[in-house]
């Protein structure tokens, strides 16, 4: 893997719970910010791309792909952060042709 080195400043106290839980993990402090990093990115990207898709400013299949899930891991997440629906049994009668 090619990795690149960054340099971050953090409160001492943020530093103290980095080095516990890397203890707690047994892993070493590089490792633990890595992957906080990358968790707290992933979480990000959910949060950004829900939003988006609750304001109608995208589709469920293209924050699905922002978030970096599937449709069905998506739809999962909308429903365990609380998002409701507004598409109504009226709105599939009139998509199929029913009415």
């Known amino acids: 893997m090619n990795e690149n080195a960054i340099g971050i400043r953090v409160e001492p106290e943020f530093l103290k719970k980095i080095e516990k839980l890397g203890k707690e993990e047994s892993m070493d402090r590089s490792t633990a910010m890595r992957m906080l990093l990358e968790q707290g990115y992933k979480s990000h990207m959910k949060k950004k791309a829900a939003e ?10 293209a924050a699905a ?14 429903i365990a952060t609380g998002y409701k629906s507004q598409y109504s049994i009226e709105d599939l009668k009139e998509e199929t042709g029913e009415r």
């Open 52 to 61: 988006k898709y609750r304001q109608g400013k995208t589709t469920m299949s």
């Open 65 to 78: 792909g922002e978030a970096g899930l599937t449709i069905w891991e998506f739809e999962q997440y909308m």
